[in-house]
């Protein structure tokens, strides 16, 4: 047995050496690098060991994630706890309010929380927001930053007429404003008996001009009215939008107290040189255009000032009296060629809605030669009026 152990490493050892030197043997010829050494590997019962061992870790690993109690099935349990727990924790700090609440309210300390009240008395027109008050019936007025109330012991049924108190702008300073309380039409609000901001058809013995308010609308979405001597010819006027959420958000808006003025006396059309002023005893700003109107009344405010819608102006003038062409009296009424300064009559501290010059507003006509609308006064020497429907 030894002999054909020797035997068998001694062959072994001589076909090694030809390897080695790229000799043949038996029926094979190995081409060899003369320096070929044999390297280190792994045999194939070995890979497919490391296979299946691999395999096993894999399914233990998926088993750990997606079994019951696994990552995920803990991550989402994770989530629902902390869940329920940031509803409890608001629960019990809606119950602490609750209970903190209703100790202030049995000691009265929470009062202080409330803002307190300004007396309209005490408005100084040094405010830097504007300030809602009442006056002495408990109507509410929103008075602009920068304004004081000149007759604070008035009603706003008697017309609260407020100036401009910035003594940094020489231009506004001392410009005054009525406020007119009213709201938009709503179907629930309709029959409450309170002014609504709209456009009014207006009759009077011997003058009737804007009459019939009809239901067919203009392609702008607004009611025509109809003038009473040409049925073909009608007025009309959509509500912007920031007119509808001004009235909206403050219960009213502000008319010009006075029609505009400046200090030259203007007898022509004449280059737009001067500011608009909104005070008494000066010329009424007349022999303009209605563009150029509109212009200086959005100037005047940086556009917070507009010149009046019909809105505006019918507004205003349902106001203070009802009627299409106020009854004024002296010698500005119905053209006789008298015009007056700013300021000659008043009926709630609003002048010359129905006398003096004719004012214009931004309602349009359907007669395409002369587009632009004007309100009452009777003189030809076109002037116009203001209206805030901002509160600045």
Same mark, same amino acid.
């Given at each position: 047995?030894?002999?054909?152990?020797?035997?068998?490493?001694?062959?072994?050892?001589?076909?090694n050496?030809?390897?080695?030197?790229?000799?043949?043997?038996?029926?094979?010829q190995?081409?060899?690098?003369?320096?070929?050494?044999?390297?280190?590997?792994?045999?194939?019962?070995?890979?497919?060991i490391?296979?299946?061992?691999l395999?096993?870790?894999?399914?233990?690993?998926?088993?750990?994630?997606?079994?019951?109690n696994g990552?995920?099935?803990?991550? +989402?349990?994770?989530? %629902?706890?902390? *869940?329920?727990?940031?509803? &409890?924790?608001? @629960?019990?700090?809606?119950?602490?309010?609750?209970?903190?609440?209703?100790?202030?309210?049995?000691?009265?300390?929470?009062?202080?929380?409330?803002?307190?009240?300004?007396?309209?008395?005490e408005i100084?027109g040094?405010e830097?927001?504007?300030t809602?008050?009442?006056?002495?019936?408990?109507?509410?007025?929103?008075?602009?930053?920068g304004?004081?109330?000149?007759?604070?012991d008035?009603?706003?049924?008697?017309?609260?007429?407020?100036?401009?108190?910035?003594a940094?702008?020489?231009d506004?300073v001392?410009?005054?404003?009525?406020?007119?309380?009213?709201?938009?039409?709503?179907?629930e609000?309709?029959?409450?008996?309170?002014?609504?901001?709209?456009?009014?058809?207006?009759?009077?013995?011997?003058?009737?001009?804007?009459?019939?308010?009809?239901?067919? +609308?203009d392609?702008? %979405?607004s009611? *025509?009215?109809?003038?009473? &001597?040409?049925? @073909?010819?009608?007025?009309?006027?959509?509500?912007?939008e920031?007119?509808?959420?001004?009235?909206?958000?403050?219960?009213?808006?502000?008319?010009?107290?006075?029609?505009v003025?400046?200090?030259?006396?203007?007898?022509?059309?004449?280059?737009?040189?001067?500011?608009?002023?909104?005070k008494?005893?000066?010329?009424a700003?007349?022999?303009?255009?209605?563009?150029?109107?509109k212009?200086i009344?959005?100037?005047?405010?940086?556009g917070k000032?507009?010149?009046?819608?019909?809105?505006?102006?019918?507004?205003?003038?349902?106001?203070?009296?009802?009627?299409?062409?106020?009854?004024?009296?002296?010698?500005?009424?119905?053209?006789?060629?008298?015009?007056k300064?700013?300021?000659?009559?008043?009926?709630?501290?609003?002048?010359?809605?129905?006398?003096?010059?004719?004012?214009?507003?931004?309602?349009i006509a359907?007669?395409?030669?002369?587009?632009?609308?004007?309100?009452?006064?009777?003189l030809?020497?076109?002037?116009f009026?203001?209206s805030?429907i901002?509160?600045?």
């Open positions: 047995m030894l002999k054909i152990i020797n035997r068998t490493i001694k062959k072994f050892r001589s076909n050496k030809k390897i080695k030197e790229g000799k043949i043997v038996g029926n094979y190995l081409i060899c690098m003369k320096d070929y050494k044999f390297q280190s590997g792994i045999t194939l019962i070995v890979l497919v490391t296979i299946i061992v395999l096993i870790l894999a399914g233990i690993a998926i088993n750990l994630s997606i079994a019951n990552l995920f099935s803990r991550a +989402k349990n994770a989530v %629902g706890i902390w *869940k329920n727990a940031e509803l &409890d924790e608001q @629960s019990k700090i809606k119950n602490f309010t609750n209970t903190y609440g209703e100790m202030l309210n049995n000691i009265g300390l929470d009062k202080d929380v409330e803002k307190e009240e300004i007396k309209i008395d100084t040094d830097k927001t504007n809602e008050t009442v006056d002495k019936n408990g109507n509410k007025i929103v008075i602009p930053a304004f004081k109330v000149v007759n604070p008035a009603t706003v049924e008697e017309g609260i007429v407020i100036e401009d108190a910035k940094n702008n020489n506004t001392g410009n005054q404003f009525v406020w007119i309380p009213c709201e938009i039409e709503t179907e609000n309709k029959d409450n008996g309170k002014l609504k901001y709209d456009r009014y058809a207006f009759t009077r013995s011997g003058w009737q001009y804007r009459q019939t308010k009809l239901n067919s +609308k392609i702008d %979405g009611y *025509k009215i109809q003038r009473v &001597d040409k049925t @073909s010819y009608y007025f009309h006027e959509a509500m912007s920031e007119e509808r959420q001004s009235i909206e958000k403050y219960g009213g808006y502000y008319i010009g107290r006075y029609e003025g400046c200090d030259t006396k203007r007898t022509s059309h004449i280059a737009i040189t001067e500011p608009g002023k909104i008494s005893g000066l010329n700003y007349n022999y303009i255009t209605r563009n150029e109107a212009e009344a959005e100037k005047m405010y940086n000032s507009k010149l009046c819608s019909s809105y505006a102006w019918d507004t205003a003038l349902q106001f203070i009296g009802g009627t299409y062409a106020v009854e004024s009296v002296g010698d500005n009424y119905l053209g006789n060629g008298n015009l300064s700013t300021g000659y009559y008043q009926i709630k501290n609003i002048y010359d809605m129905g006398g003096n010059v004719y004012e214009w507003i931004m309602e359907s007669d395409s030669s002369n587009p632009c609308v004007y309100r009452r006064g009777l030809q020497w076109w002037c009026r203001l805030s901002n509160a600045y």
